[in-house]
């Protein structure tokens, strides 16, 4: 009968000593700990919590490495006319406009941007960018002066760039840049009359200032604005003019 008797104060001694390591261990963070917190046995057995375990899964903002927008581009024509011939194309305005999809990605930072350097903000960005326009023009038979509204006429170009901009992220929301272009394009202006038609390459460069501001859906999308300044290449094929310009956009960044 004693054997019994101690058995079962063995038994229920041994679950309440188990059940109490076992809360123990689950305090004090050990390996098969789920709890968050961390903590030391005082004299009188208590525990005192002493810091908090960081979090694995915490949210931290990471600055773009790139972005792509859709980009709408504005330059003037150097003429509203263009001569083939004894043919004109008479074009309503000088102003041309361009969509295109403009890529800039960021190349190397200057600093360690978990640094404390002053200079770990700073960044130089490649951009590379494609697009297109088109404008309806007029004919005229310049033998005799006189419009010829049945006949067809547009010009497109198609335009590419590349720029190296250098950059300063000022703030999560606000990234101002300076930067250097060139922009090579070829044009087509075509017609009903193919004696009327002509076709071209040329190029145009320059500096520019701008600023991505990546405010859209936490920082996920953002809008850009810039101006620039378009000096033309040289050479008979230049279909566009010296001007001070400006862009803007709307994309994402990743």
Known sequence: MKSVVFLILSLV??????????????????????????????S?????????????????????????YLNFDSSTLASQNINVSHFQTHFNSTRFN???????????TIADPLGNSFFRRFSFWGRYKL?????DGILVDLTEGTPLPAE???????????????AYDWSDWVQPYIGFNFKPYYYRNTSSMSSAESEGNS?????????????????KGSLFAELHEDLVASGSNQIFTNELAGDFGVGLTF
């Open 131 to 135: 697009g297109f326009g088109t404008i």
């Open 152 to 166: 067809k006429n547009s010009l497109l170009v198609l335009q590419g760039a590349v720029a190296l901009d250098f």
């Open 203 to 219: 190029s145009v460069y320059g500096p520019s200032v701008g600023v991505n501001l990546p405010i859209l859906f936490s920082h």
């Open 44 to 68: 009188d057995d208590s525990v005192r919590v002493i810091g908090n375990l960081p979090y694995s899964n915490q949210w931290v903002y990471e600055r773009p490495s790139n972005y792509l």
């Open 98 to 108: 361009l969509l295109s999809l403009d890529f800039q990605s960021r190349l190397f």
């Open 13 to 42: 001694l041994g679950g309440s000593l188990s059940r109490s390591a076992y809360a123990q261990s689950t305090t004090l963070g050990l390996p098969n700990s789920t709890a968050n917190s961390v903590g030391t046995r005082d």
